[in-house]
């Protein structure tokens, strides 16, 4: 038995690490290919630093490009590694470009692919996630759902009941393993110069809200319209492509607004943790704000996450001031401590459960021909 671990950015390589590191706890033959659609030190080598992952065995340098130029430059780079490593199972988690270029490149080869985070979605196909998901789920051959609302969706989208399994999110496995060491660890309160429950933790990267100038102007509106009633600091670290539209449209920022630059994963643990409320339209922040009880308002018209409002730890607002304000008193009307809900994401061993199943069921094909 052979796993092809295929990761390309942040979120993957937090949410692939469990995975990377159970498949080593089992001496299970693996290699990892990095597409690198993320390579600035602190969107990559950080993370594989801190949760002490191996190199890569394969970098394919891709960089930033155009999606079909990034993604077919990706299909270029890995199919001549799988026709060499003849994976019995290549594992993708997501839904970025590196995760629909990984699947295809596999399903050409019929390689069986396993997708991590299987079934989500938004109903939003101005996003380019979705597109990413759907067409992965659809070329999978081993669907690790989160929960039952994704087994339905890909039941009722005409995929086989057997090749999905409920297994949980990965990205529980990460934060859990990671609370304590990042508690005593990092730094990030003092060095911001920030108490715990007195600052807004902000993230924002969606081409929707940052890559058109009056969307990233409405954005800050809501920002100002909470600063304005509640006087808090508003941490951001600043995702890379936000900064550069900043800079793009020669947007000042307010001085409530502490920007950093992206920050590592147990900083960034430690800053969820101790905020007063978030406020995002990242996919894994909805899900570890919820698994850390802190509140979450999603910067977004949609989620691909509803378990996380259904449990009552997140409220959709769009980039609309009102609604966040609104969200934003109801949250900090009620005393911090009474913010609990139940757990839709995962028990923090969904990495050892997906390496069970594949296990279990893929038969070695080492000597398979791969045509
Ligand atoms: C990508 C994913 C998105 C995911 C996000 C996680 C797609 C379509 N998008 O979005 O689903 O939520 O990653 O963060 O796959 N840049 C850097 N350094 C880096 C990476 C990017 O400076 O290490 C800059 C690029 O130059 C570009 C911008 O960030 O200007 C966008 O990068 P890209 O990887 O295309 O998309 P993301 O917005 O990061
Ligand atoms: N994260 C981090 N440092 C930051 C911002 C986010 O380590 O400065 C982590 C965060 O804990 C989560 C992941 O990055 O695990 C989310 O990544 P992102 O929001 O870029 O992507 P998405 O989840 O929206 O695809």
Redesign the pocket.
């Known amino acids: 038995m052979k796993i092809g671990i295929i990761i390309g950015?942040?979120?993957e390589i937090i949410k692939m690490s469990p995975v990377i590191h159970e498949c080593k706890k089992r001496g299970i033959a693996y290699f990892i290919i990095h597409s690198n659609?993320?390579?600035?030190q602190e969107?990559?080598s950080i993370f594989f630093k801190e949760l002490e992952l191996p190199e890569p065995d394969y970098n394919l340098g891709v960089g930033?490009g155009l999606?079909s130029n990034q993604m077919g430059n990706i299909l270029i780079e890995m199919e001549p590694i799988l026709l060499q490593e003849k994976p019995d199972v290549v594992l993708v988690q997501g839904?970025?470009?590196?995760v629909l270029a990984g699947a295809l490149a596999a399903s050409k080869l019929d390689i069986k692919v396993g997708h991590i985070e299987a079934g989500l979605r938004s109903y939003d196909r101005t996003m380019?996630?979705e597109t990413n998901r759907i067409l992965t789920d659809h070329m999978s051959e081993y669907l690790f759902a989160v929960g039952p609302n994704q087994y339905a969706i890909l039941a009722k989208e005409g995929i086989d009941g057997d090749k999905i399994f409920t297994v949980g999110n990965t990205v529980s496995d990460s934060l859990f393993q990671h609370l304590d060491i990042s508690a005593s660890t990092s730094t990030i309160l003092a060095d911001l110069g920030v108490t715990s429950g007195k600052f807004f933790l902000v993230t924002a990267?969606r081409a929707s809200n940052v890559d058109i100038p009056a969307n990233l102007l409405e954005l800050l509106a809501v920002f100002d319209k909470l600063h304005a009633k509640y006087s808090q600091t508003i941490v951001w670290p600043i995702?890379?492509?936000t900064q550069?539209k900043l800079k793009e449209f020669s947007i000042e920022l307010p001085s409530y607004l502490k920007l950093i630059p992206p920050i590592g994963y147990f900083d960034f643990i430690q800053l969820q943790k101790h905020a007063q409320l978030i406020l995002t339209d990242s996919?894994g922040i909805q899900e570890e704000a919820c698994l850390l009880g802190v509140p979450c308002i999603t910067l977004r018209e949609s989620t691909e996450r509803p378990e996380s409002i259904e449990v009552g730890a997140n409220v959709l607002v769009g980039r609309d001031a009102d609604r966040a304000l609104a969200a934003a008193d109801k949250w900090l009307a009620s005393d911090a401590a009474s913010f609990s809900w139940s757990n839709p994401f995962g028990d923090g061993h969904v990495a050892e459960t997906i390496l069970d199943i594949i296990t279990n069921s893929v038969p070695s094909t080492l000597e398979k021909e791969i045509i």
Do not use: I, K
Not at 95 to 98: A, H, L
């Open positions: 950015t942040r979120p659609q993320h390579y600035s969107m990559d930033f999606h839904d970025t470009n590196t380019p996630e990267h995702h890379p492509r550069a996919g």
